[in-house]
């Protein structure tokens, strides 16, 4: 009976657990379905007509500074349906293009296989097929990280479903809605994923599907190919693969950690491989492109990023003004959107966790450790000058630290599971206590965040009150 029990409750939490998947996979497919996407094409039509953006916005306003959009991915896209989705689009240019770097459209190859969120373009009417592929993008992102968080905090569907949601409507994501921010943060969320179920399964069966899944996830996160986004991305993918494989588990020896920990990065090596190959059959390409100011052969100093920025998330809903000057603050409205780093925050309690974990059983858990270290890395090169070396070493010198802000992000939407995690496994007593006092300290950044936004960016703050 107890037995009976026990599944039975198991199938309980499982049940659960689908609900935000299946209910975000529906709505994705009804909007598919009328052909309803979010892209701002309005803003074209209208420059080239001298209307306005027409009958077939459904919903909210188009906007003129997503140009990355609505003025290169949207037609392009449109462009390689008209020509076959050939790799090689002869509309552009006066002898055609590679269409396959850096820009993320569809295209019939053999690495379409790890570009799920361009199939149904391949196969659908186009209208339908761009509203699913721009539905796709979310899709990969929320239910990755609904995953990721769900693998960490097992039973904790309605945390990781707020979680989730937090992390996809980020001002960082919303006003960088591209395939390359979302697909980098997405499949950075499924390769953890796949890593932690690398040491979970119980069947060889297992251990090989998820091998699959870290070599797949690692593949299409690396074919995103936009280094500024995929980079920080990767590093924190790979910080927390390793971290998790390393956290305190009484259940886990090392002799049993070892083999899974090496056939995590034999499949992640696997996955470098078919990355090698894709770089391998467009080499004249990447080295065009290499050529380049940016992404190409522009280096990034170490220090000078934007200090009030790093917290502006909670307030950048001034950014929908349409007429919003951003003065002192940014040169743009997506330049100067960011997350709600809350995961900053939380390093505080983050530290003292570790530090306590270290004196009372002398080990730290090897998740929350990670998290904590890549983010400091991420900080560090924003903030202290003079650290070039450090920067050329992980690669971040290619990175500007507006663009930096995605790792940034990661990072700190990673830290709260691992800290809830951690705080569950210490038995933290009364942990009321510390939640108030953090709660405190973020009253107090976000508070002196938005004084200093009044005072660096007056006109675009007016008269929004603390």
């Known amino acids: 009976m107890l037995s009976r029990a026990r599944a039975s409750a198991r199938r309980t939490l499982a049940n659960r657990a689908l609900i935000f998947p299946a209910g975000a996979t529906f709505l994705g497919f009804l ?66 293009a590679d269409i396959s770097l850096p820009f993320n459209v569809p295209y019939v190859d053999w690495n379409t296989l790890f570009r799920p969120e361009t199939w149904p373009v391949l196969g659908l009417p186009l209208e339908q097929g761009f509203a699913a592929y721009w539905w796709m993008l979310s899709l990969i992102l929320l ?25 996809l409507f980020s001002p960082f994501v919303q006003w960088w809605y591209h395939p390359g921010t979302l697909l980098s943060l997405g499949w950075a969320c499924w390769l953890i994923t796949a890593a932690i179920q690398v040491s979970r399964a119980r069947t060889r069966t297992g251990v090989i599907a998820a091998c699959v899944g870290v ?44 083999p899974r920990l090496g056939a995590t990065a034999a499949a992640g090596l696997v996955g ?19 050529d380049t100011a940016y992404p190409g052969v522009r280096r990034i100093p170490t220090g000078g990023a934007h200090e009030s920025v790093l917290f502006s998330g909670a ?27 809350v995961g900053l925050v939380l390093i505080v309690p ?76 210490q038995q933290v007593p009364r942990p009321a206590i510390p939640a108030v006092l953090v709660g405190a300290l973020a009253a107090v950044v976000f508070g002196a965040t938005l004084l200093r936004l009044r005072e660096i960016a007056p006109q675009a703050m007016g008269s929004t009150k603390l």
Do not use: K
């Open 315 to 341: 307030f950048d809903y001034v950014l929908q003004r349409d007429t919003v000057d951003l003065t002192g603050w940014a040169v743009n409205t997506s330049e100067g959107s960011s997350f709600v780093l």
């Open 31 to 96: 909007l598919s379905c009328l052909g309803w996407s979010g892209n701002s094409s309005g803003v074209l039509r209208a420059a080239i007509e001298g209307t306005g953006p027409g009958s077939s916005v459904v919903f909210g306003t188009p906007r003129a500074i997503r140009s990355d959009e609505w003025l290169v991915q949207t037609p392009l896209l449109i462009s390689q349906a008209e020509n076959g989705f050939r790799r090689h689009n002869g509309t552009i240019g006066t002898g055609g």
């Open 143 to 167: 239910l990755g990280a609904y995953s990721l968080v769900l693998s960490i905090l097992p039973g904790r569907p309605v945390l990781a479903a707020g979680i989730a949601t937090a992390l």
């Open 350 to 425: 983050a530290l003292g966790l570790l530090i306590r974990s270290a004196v009372r059983e002398h080990r730290i858990d090897g998740l929350l450790a990670a998290m904590v270290a890549v983010q400091g890395l991420f900080l560090t090169v924003m903030f202290v000058p003079g650290l070039d070396l450090l920067a050329r070493a992980t690669g971040l010198s290619l990175v500007p630290h507006e663009r930096l802000m995605i790792g940034v992000g990661l990072a700190s939407f990673l830290i709260l599971p691992a800290l809830v995690r951690e705080t569950s496994r």
């Open 215 to 258: 070599t797949y996830f690692t593949t299409a996160l690396g074919m995103i190919a936009y280094v500024p986004y995929v980079l920080p991305c990767v590093l924190v993918a790979v910080a927390g693969s390793i971290g998790w494989l390393t956290r305190v588990d009484e259940q886990a020896t090392w002799r049993s950690r070892l």
């Open 272 to 290: 470098g491989a078919f990355l090698g190959l894709f770089i391998l059959t467009r080499s004249g390409l990447v080295s065009r492109i290499g």
